[in-house]
């Protein structure tokens, strides 16, 4: 089984910072892209940003200077360092990832995780 659990998540005021992570453990026998999604009441999911395996990034326009994805492959994580936050931030971040698993090595499938709440108040 694979899991993927994020923390981080919380309260803070406008122009603050939090920081995300999300693990991935269990019968990994390849990671490759990881990313972070968030979907707000009432609206679609929304990528935010992903790094490749080789580290390679792409972000939303809308947190493009403010956002940034890093992982740190020796621990299957992803982090999401988020600055200058602001009250349209607030959504549920998920964390997602595309992993080979040892069950089925040669079929590349995405895995989520439960989310963390993010919750900016102005």
């Known amino acids: 089984q694979v899991q993927l659990v994020e923390s981080g998540g919380g309260l803070v005021q406008a122009g603050g910072s939090l920081r995300l992570s999300c693990a991935a453990s269990?019968?990994?026998?390849?990671?490759?892209?990881m990313d972070w999604y968030r979907q707000a009441p009432g609206q679609q999911r929304e990528l935010v940003a992903a790094?490749?395996?080789?580290?390679?990034?792409t972000y939303a326009d809308s947190v493009k200077g403010r956002f940034t994805i890093s992982r740190d492959n020796s621990k299957n994580t992803v982090y999401l360092q988020m600055n200058s936050l602001k009250p349209e931030d607030t959504a549920v971040y998920y964390c997602?990832?595309?992993?080979?698993?040892?069950?089925?090595?040669?079929?590349?499938?995405?895995?989520w995780g439960r989310g963390t709440q993010v919750t900016v108040s102005s």
């Open positions: 790094i490749s395996s080789g580290s390679t990034t």
């Open positions: 997602g990832a595309i992993l080979r698993s040892t069950e089925n090595p040669q079929i590349p499938r995405r895995y």
């Open positions: 269990g019968s990994i026998f390849s990671l490759g892209a």
